[in-house]
């Protein structure tokens, strides 16, 4: 499993600093949670890391070698998968064809085979379906696989898109609030969610506003303020931080 370390990373659009000399590392297995007030650069992190923004200075570096100037899909195949904080499913596909999407990044079969029906392109499609499958059954939607992804509960839906990014066999994965809209059961199946990936060895960086499920999951608090990292330590060390209580958890 591979280690993520992100270095004096900076992002600045314009007049305006996104990011100044973030650092922080996630380890395999681990669960970081990347906390703080609204545009205070968590997801300005998430999109740098993931190839949608490059950094204007510092340096994300994933097994071993630099992610800057990867496109997302590059990313991708690098092994660290994302969710968005805005469900971004597939409407009017099955739960098991948005899960099966996932896997492009992990296909060898090209355009011919596809056409032709080559028996390596049916021999792939049925590996396609079949980890897609353990993927639902991991976030307990095997019920709901022939289910159009617009007919599922909020909740459901939620899981799903965890379940397709589960499906790039990734060995990072990025969570962009995970719980918002969830109920306190919706939120308490997700942390047991979250508890089994990270038993899977796969190293989960999440941001989220949920303290309960922040407070309850994670090994360590990257806290962020105006795209400046404030505080990082356990839960117990950022729920008596000054510097956090002032600017996020007091409010």
């Known amino acids: 499993m591979a280690e993520l370390h992100l270095h004096d990373v900076s992002v600045r659009f314009g007049g305006l600093q996104a ?10 297995g681990e ?8 545009g205070a650069g968590k997801t300005t992190v998430f999109n740098v890391i993931t190839g949608v923004y490059n950094a204007s200075g510092g340096d994300v570096v994933y097994d071993g070698g630099s ?30 064809e948005n899960v099966m999407v996932a896997q492009h990044s992990r296909t060898g079969c090209g355009v011919l085979g596809a056409i032709f029906r080559t028996p390596r392109q049916k021999r792939e499609e049925q590996r396609i379906k079949e980890k897609a499958m353990e993927e639902l059954r991991f976030a ?10 617009s007919n599922l509960p909020y909740g459901h839906q939620r899981r799903l898109e965890i379940a397709r990014a589960l499906a790039s066999e990734p060995s990072s994965v990025l969570l962009d609030e995970p719980a918002a809209g969830l109920n ?16 899977r060895g796969i190293n989960v960086l999440m941001v989220e506003h949920d303290m309960k499920v922040v407070m309850g999951i994670c090994q360590r608090l990257v806290v962020l303020d105006h795209g400046v990292m404030i505080a990082k330590g356990n839960p117990e060390e950022i729920q008596k931080n000054p510097a956090v209580i002032e600017a996020y958890l007091g409010n």
């Open 19 to 28: 990011l100044s000399e973030v650092n922080f590392s996630l380890m395999p």
């Open 67 to 96: 992610l800057q100037g990867l496109k997302p899909y590059q990313v991708l195949a690098k092994g660290i998968a994302r969710t968005f904080q805005n469900i971004r499913l597939f409407q009017n596909m099955t739960a098991l």
């Open 140 to 149: 307990e939607l095997e019920d709901f696989a022939d289910e159009v992804a």
């Open 31 to 38: 669960i970081v949670g990347l906390i703080g007030p609204n």
């Open 184 to 199: 306190p059961a919706e939120s308490s199946e997700l942390m047991e969610t979250i508890r089994r990936i990270s038993g």
